[in-house]
């Protein structure tokens, strides 16, 4: 039962994570690597025990042993057939990963604003650049996939945005393959200078019977003034497991609006960690979780206030239906002398079915006194005075029922400012809702 | 700004009223726990062998367990073989047949402590079971409740003289085995009280506790019981202080409550342990479990707390919804000043179809004091119609303080609804201000924004404990504005 | 006013219970097309209940009596088709529903009664047409075009969308609770107007109201005093005034003597 119990007798999923490790080749980031993974190992997998895994049983994953998924040709993919999101909107490059590798075409590394590099070819040539984002694992890191990810990523993406851009980058990853059991770590790296702006939207998506594991991971460190507006949304299939983190370091005036949305996929572990460190930085964060047949969503949001005049808004909308779970978990930490710190949550689930649940903890933890805060959270059916309101305007009861669903999801939906994908979004959320002909008519 | 702060520090130097220690000769049992040690007190109390297979059963159990460590806490390890686990007044009899045969050092004590066991009491119209070290040392009022049918006395003398209800319901609520401080308590309970409130009985007065640590060195495990059967009422009172000693003393309490159909249970709690002194030196750990089960339909128990002493407290008032239409509430006022750490709150579990609850909780965090609310809401499939509405709302006092909100919110019901608001906020120079331009002291004013924050739930309370908790908050934030 | 009667709502000895508790004793009333009922009464006396339970609130519960409309049992029919059939409540506190459109929901209502009626729907540029002729007379901003329904509105606008509202429905019989209530004189002049522009001999419109403030303005044929779930007096529209003057006590003292 204990948790160091759990952890000497270490599962199949660790073994076969640290038989990974050894096969490794060294490279210029093998420090920082072995330290994660040191760690790591002596974490072992989060057990239900652990207060940020309480919702969500990693038991099955943890009896099965992992091998490195295939590194693709480009040939075996075929992005049309989900690539779907921007649709034919302009914008500025689309990027491609495969199981954590990009394949990046020549010319792509040279858009206006914008450079962009594979992550293992930096790490030969420019290391210093990397180890900038990737910081050396402490004693408190409880982080344990960022920590596996930080240890065995193969490759990935090193995004650096020099200045303000307009048309919004897809980065379109594709998880494939099928042999069962094989685990990839996606690494993104995103470096805004300082008073850059742009769009990044990471689309995940699954091909094939036995997509891999994933274990994903998008460092954001935003320089002073520096804006971005980032989406990643979860498009896999009913057997995919997903977990994913994307850590925001923001400094000074900086601003993110940040959209996670759950539509597809088994199990969705989507972490987002983000580190209000100098005065005036602000985070809007938008959650759009969507439990459906037998999905499993659990999202966790930690936003550290760390300076004075920090601003955080957290909007989170949860549906779930059929035998889905959806958590949402989100903590706001105000440090000491976060000083006019200003923060607010609100979280709504609606449960359309008597089998589905919805879990939420909207936490606080205030270390100052000069602050802001509140949170609103509400999980229920749909709002019986508003049903009857249009019911008593003649319109019938799938009609309204539809609509209220509809302007539930609306808070989420209107923030986002790439109209293309947001209307790709609520058509595919759409479909996964009761009276999905009924909603399509009132868009 | 910071004068008028300076002025606020400066006012209240009010220190722990209730820390004397009471010269008393008492019989201990020396520091350890085994067996033996759970059997010595079964048989010190003459208890029948079902009390004492429980008692057994609920060590070896403990003996399997790890301490928890989720709370948002820290403090030493506790050393299990380092406490006595059963002290008691030595009287001349075994025990006192009436309050004239109480030490009177030890009715000196409650004079002290305000607590009316003689005279006072019947003016009062309270009836007091106070609770000394680990045993019940006088109960008042005990005939008057008998002739209405109402039992209210002594854990032991409920063993003694009420086994069978002893035995139906000790442990239905809180099982040995429910977590680490309640098997201990399980094992190694000395007293408390009982109630039981026969059907139809709406309880003709207000029912009171007082508990007090003296002996050093001691553990305190009590144990209660109240029962309301059928259409039943009744309300209880809790009040506990102790000496200050530089040592920690553990308080770990059982309470558990049986609501019958249309039953109802208020339960007042006003915790004043000591809380140690202003540099975190001594004080209780008070890691308690209290649970109350609605089992009949339309039946109520409602938890009002006022938590102002202990180094740490620990603890979950919690009401398990099972009758169909049941209510569970909590309103909590928990204050937590120089370095006393608070981790406490409620659960409520909905099982029964249109089950209600209402939280309300109320933190104050002064000094280097971190105070949390930790809140379970759990809906289970079965509670069709379930409501919950949850408010918790924390003050902040300084800027070396901690507040924490930590709800858990658990649907399983799609036609239920559950509702958390939860708000951050300090006393507002302006505030401050405004009422020192109209002529009030800044003592009074920190004390008015207080209890204006703290209303909602003052108002729950009993007359009698309403003013006492009312005192006791304004004596906890000495120094708080900072 | 028109010369044939038609009884277009007829209730009969009507008695609800809202939360386990009866709120309405037995309430009989009796409304022809043509005509403008006014129903009065102090606070808690039933006005509201009455009003939400003919438009089919579900947790009230009917307990016995009849209610009747064109001749049809209301009581069996839902919410939904009672407004398709011509029924309209103006509701005292009408819902805010963010992230719904205004405009949308008035057509989707508007288009469901003519779907009921085997009428062919509206589009969309007639009905913004319509609506924007219906807003002028109303004297509300086009900003309400394209904001959710109810939403953020004040106390006064709200009113107004209802009567906006019942404006594009048409309905047969109207029932307006406290529709007058936390209106300033000038926004009470304009929802009198829409009121007024619906009387036709065709239609009735029942005024739940506590004050005979409105009733200048629209002058009824009838006034009803409920009071303890019953309606305990009738009478002209002089007994409004009468009430204004000599308060609801005066009423409950007149019936005892």
């Not at chain 1, 640290?18 to 096969?23: G, K, P, S, Y």
């Not at chain 2, 070896?60 to 380092?82: C, F, G, L, N, S």
């Not at chain 2, 006595?84 to 001349?92: C, H, R």
């Not at chain 2, 008032?317 to 608070?342: D, H, M, R, T, W």
Request: glycine fraction near 6%; include cysteine.
């Amino acid at each position: 039962m204990s948790a160091a119990r759990q952890t000497s007798s270490a599962s199949a999923a660790v073994r076969s994570f640290e038989a990974q490790w050894q096969a490794r080749a060294a490279d210029a980031l093998r420090p920082v690597r072995e330290q994660a993974m040191q760690r790591f190992l002596k974490l072992g997998l989060p057990s239900q025990r652990d207060e940020t895994w309480r919702y969500t049983d990693l038991r099955a994953l943890a009896s099965q042993s992992f091998v490195d998924a295939q590194h693709e040709a480009l040939g075996d993919v075929q992005p049309d057939a989900v690539q779907s999101l921007l649709d034919g909107a302009p914008r500025a490059a689309t990027l491609l990963m495969v199981n954590g590798f990009p394949s990046l075409q020549p010319q792509q590394a040279a858009i206006d604003g914008m450079e962009i590099q594979s992550i293992r070819e930096m790490s030969v040539r420019d290391p210093a650049v990397l180890l900038r984002f990737l910081a050396p694992a402490s004693d408190a890191d409880q982080r344990r996939w960022v920590l596996l990810n930080t240890a065995l990523f193969r490759d990935g993406l090193y995004l650096k945005i020099t200045r303000p851009l307009t048309a919004p980058l897809l980065i379109l990853h594709v998880a494939t393959g099928d042999g069962a059991n094989a685990v990839a770590h996606p690494r993104v790296i995103i470096d805004a200078c300082p008073g850059s702006s742009a769009t990044i939207i990471e689309h995940h998506v699954a091909q094939g019977a036995h997509a891999p594991l994933i274990n994903s991971n998008t460092h954001i460190a935003l320089a002073r003034d520096a804006r971005l507006e980032h989406y990643r949304v979860f498009a896999t299939t009913a057997a995919a497991t997903h977990i994913d983190s994307v850590d925001i370091q923001q400094d000074q005036s900086s601003h993110c609006k940040q959209f996670t949305v759950v539509l597809g996929g088994g199990l969705v572990r989507a972490t987002l960690e983000a580190n209000l460190r100098q005065p005036g930085a602000s985070l809007d964060s938008y959650s759009l979780l969507v439990g459906h047949e037998n999905r499993h969503v659990d999202c966790v949001n930690i936003v550290t206030h760390g300076a004075p005049r920090t601003r955080s808004r957290q909007t989170a909308r949860a549906i779930a239906s059929d035998h889905s779970r959806v958590i949402f978990n989100s903590k706001v930490i105000v440090n000491a002398g976060a000083i006019n710190a200003d923060s607010q949550q609100s979280c709504r689930g609606l449960l359309l079915s008597p089998t589905a649940e919805i879990d939420t903890r909207p936490q606080l933890e205030i270390h100052a006194d000069e602050v802001k805060c509140a949170h609103g959270a509400t999980t229920g059916r749909l709002d019986p005075d508003m049903l009857f309101y249009m019911l008593s305007r003649g319109l019938d009861r799938a009609t309204a029922q539809s609509l209220l669903v509809y302007a539930f999801l609306a808070d989420v939906l209107t923030g986002m400012s790439v109209t293309a994908a947001r209307s790709a979004i609520e058509n595919a959320l759409i479909s996964q809702l009761p009276d999905a002909q009924l909603l399509r008519k009132f868009r | 700004m910071s004068s008028k702060s300076q002025d606020v520090e400066a006012l209240v130097g009010q220190k722990y009223r209730h820390g004397f220690i009471t010269d008393i000769e008492s019989d201990s049992l020396p520091p350890g726990l085994d067996e033996d040690v759970v059997a010595a007190i079964s048989k010190k109390k003459l208890e029948p062998q079902f009390l004492l297979d429980w008692r057994l059963k609920a060590f070896r159990h403990w003996q399997t367990m790890q301490e928890p460590t989720w709370a948002h806490v820290r403090y030493k390890p506790i050393d299990y073989q380092d406490i006595s686990y059963y002290s008691a007044p030595k009287s001349p009899a075994n025990a006192p047949k009436s309050l004239d045969e109480v030490d009177p050092k030890l009715l000196e004590t409650y004079e002290k402590l305000g607590i009316p066991l003689h005279e006072r009491a019947r003016l009062a119209g309270v009836a007091v079971d106070a609770v000394f070290d680990s045993v019940s040392v006088a109960t008042t009022f005990k005939d008057k409740l008998s002739k209405a049918g109402v039992i209210f006395c002594s854990f032991s003398d409920a063993v003694r003289d009420h086994p069978r209800l002893v035995e139906r319901y000790l442990g239905s609520v809180v099982p040995t085995t429910d977590n680490f401080f309640a098997a201990l308590n399980s094992a190694v309970f000395s007293d408390g009280s009982f109630v039981y409130v026969p059907p139809g009985v709406r309880c003709p007065m207000e029912l009171s506790t007082y508990f007090r640590i003296n002996a050093a060195k001691t553990g305190q495990f009590e144990r209660t019981l109240i029962i309301a059967d059928e259409g039943a009422s009744v309300s209880y009172l809790e009040g506990c202080t102790a000496p200050m000693r530089d040592e920690n003393q553990l308080h770990a309490a059982v309470v558990e409550l049986v609501a019958l159909d249309r039953a109802q249970i208020k339960y007042s709690t006003v915790q004043n342990w000591y809380p140690g002194d202003e540099n975190g030196l001594g004080g209780i750990y008070n890691f308690v479990t209290k649970r109350g089960e609605c089992r009949g339909r339309d039946s109520k128990i409602s938890w009002t707390q006022v938590e102002t002493g202990s180094a740490i407290t620990w603890k979950y008032p919690s009401c398990i919804l099972k009758g169909e239409n049941s209510i569970g509430e909590f309103y909590s006022v928990a204050v937590a000043n120089n370095y006393q750490q608070a981790d406490t709150g409620t659960k409520m579990i909905h099982i029964g179809r249109n089950t209600r609850s209402t939280i309300v909780s109320k933190g104050i965090s002064a000094g280097h004091a971190e105070n949390t609310y930790r809140g379970l809401v759990k809906i289970l499939p079965s509670a069709a119609g379930a409501r919950n509405f949850t408010q918790c709302d924390s003050l902040l006092m300084g800027s070396k303080c901690a507040a924490n909100t930590f709800p858990y919110m658990e649907v399983k019901n799609p036609t239920a609804t559950v509702e958390h608001e939860a708000s951050t906020s300090k006393i507002g120079e302006d505030q401050l201000f405004y009422c020192l331009q109209r002529g009030i002291s800044a003592e009074d004013a920190v004390n008015m924004i207080v209890s204006g924050f703290c209303k909602v739930v003052f108002k729950e309370l009993p007359m009698e404990f309403a003013v006492e908790a009312q005192n006791l908050l304004s004596v906890s934030l000495e120094g708080a504005v900072g | 006013m028109a010369t044939e009667r038609t009884i277009l709502l007829e209730i009969n000895d009507l008695t609800v219970r809202v939360a386990g508790k009866e709120i309405l004793k037995g309430v009989n009333l009796k409304v022809n097309a043509g005509e403008v009922h006014a129903i009065m009464g102090p606070n808690g006396s039933g006005k509201s209940t009455l009003a939400q339970v003919l438009a089919g609130r579900e947790d009230y519960e009917v307990t016995s009596g009849s209610v009747s409309f064109e001749g049809r049992d209301l009581l069996a029919l839902p919410a939904e088709e009672r407004a398709r059939a011509g029924l309209f409540l103006g509701f005292q506190y009408p819902v805010e529903i963010p992230g719904v459109n205004n405009v949308y929901l008035l057509k989707a209502a508007l288009n469901a009664k003519r779907k009921a009626a085997g009428e062919p729907e509206v589009d969309a540029y007639d009905f913004l047409a319509l609506i924007k002729q219906k807003m002028k007379f109303m004297q509300m901003s086009e900003a309400f075009l394209t904001r959710g329904v109810n939403e953020g509105f004040s106390g006064g606008e709200k009113k107004r969308n209802e009567v906006l509202q019942m404006l594009v429905l048409e309905p047969k019989l109207a029932i307006l609770d406290e529709t007058d209530s936390g209106l300033d004189i000038d926004a009470l002049k304009v929802v009198s107007k829409g009121v007024n522009s619906l009387r036709d001999p065709k239609r009735a419109v029942v005024l739940v109201t506590h004050y005979q403030r409105l009733l200048d303005y629209v002058i009824p044929d009838q006034v009803h005093v409920l009071t303890g779930g019953r309606i305990v007096k009738s009478g002209d529209k002089s007994l409004a005034q009468e009430l204004e003057r000599r308060g609801y006590d005066w009423v409950l003292e007149s019936r005892v003597a």
